[in-house]
């Protein structure tokens, strides 16, 4: 059996990471997946690491980075203060897909957002992503709200 584990993401996952960000149709036009990794990816990794509303994680198995997701922990004042969970950049590497790590991750994810009092968790996702989509239903995400973005 083989042994699967999640974790807080460490500098030496950047390279993993960015390969599975970069794994798709959308990632391959917006990552560059150069050895060693281009020093963006580091900076922006050591402001998400310190920074105690983030939360980058990956799952391994058997020692191997085969998942990664980021957390974000928004304190609001609507709802009545509550706090939000923000689910980013999931990805699972493309030879795993399929065997419910995905699923494990996003449990694991609800989990981390529970212990941090969040009210809702939320996520979003390109509208071309019709399996993501499918994904996010089956585990009882709803698409409550229509999302905007200005590209700056």
Known sequence: MSE???RRAEEGDIA???AMLADDPLGRAREDTSEPPAECYAKAFRAV???PN???AVMTQDGRVVGTLQLTFIAGLSHKGATRGQIEAVRVASDRRG???GQRMMEWAIAQCR????AQVQLTTDRSRAD???FYD?????PTHIGYKLGL
């Open 4 to 6: 699967i584990a999640i």
């Open 16 to 18: 993993a990471i960015v």
């Open 49 to 51: 690491d310190a920074d």
């Open 54 to 56: 983030q939360l980058l």
């Open 99 to 101: 065997a419910r790590l």
């Open 115 to 118: 212990a941090r009092g969040c």
């Open 132 to 134: 993501a989509h499918r």
């Open 138 to 142: 089956r585990l009882g995400f709803k």
